[in-house]
């Protein structure tokens, strides 16, 4: 889930062209859109993974362009039916237990959440790589033949905690492998991993993505069940009313 969202995050889905016939810039804003394109409808498995326990949840996310996003929490028991609203920059998240919408403060987006890996941002992809970051093309020698290599590093007016993000896709097919994110210090703190490349929808993406935070020792694993690629959606979809609907 962008980055879910994030997040996340990079496939290019043209195989026509090469890094010489397009830009970084063109590659970010389409890797941006890899799992949302013009709307999606998806249904995910997140299983988070520490030192002391394990806990899979199950969702269902619906999208549009890159503004609106709702999520569903579809299991355990005791988290069906929480909600995740995100429109444009603005994040709510709905509790039936107590039935109340909670407004998300821009200061907790980079908080984990559901208790993952995963922070508010990269699951609703607040940011996007290509609006955010400066990017550029490095070479590799031990892998030059393989892989591309693109070293992201924050504009003045990015609000991010990470000073760099090294991203390598391969050559081949443009699937990407690997994304790794730097503190402003240079030390490395998460490490996002897509696997399981397989046709879902239409297209050809990574099923699976696993984020670890290197500081606390724990992992979270995404895993695609689903996906529709451009479903219709009425204008009202994306709402506070969809939020409280069973």
Known sequence: MKQIICLAFL???????TLAKISVEELLNKADRLYRSDSSHAIMEMKIITGNWERTTEMEVWSRGMEDTLIRILSPRKDKGIKT???GNQMWNYFPKIN???KVP???MMSSWMGSDFTNDDLVKENTLSDDFDSKLQTHPTAEDELYFIVLTPKKHAVTVWGK?????????????KQ???NERGEKKRVLEFREFQQMGGKMIPTVMEMSTLSKKSKTQIRYKSIHFNPTYSKNFFSFSQLRRK
């Open 180 to 182: 790794v994110y730097y």
């Open 165 to 177: 993000i090294s991203l390598s896709i391969r050559r081949h097919d443009y699937m990407p492998l």
């Open 100 to 102: 109340k919408v909670l």
């Open 106 to 108: 821009p200061s907790m």
């Open 85 to 87: 609203l995100k429109l």
């Open 11 to 17: 496939v290019i889905c043209f195989s026509n062209f």
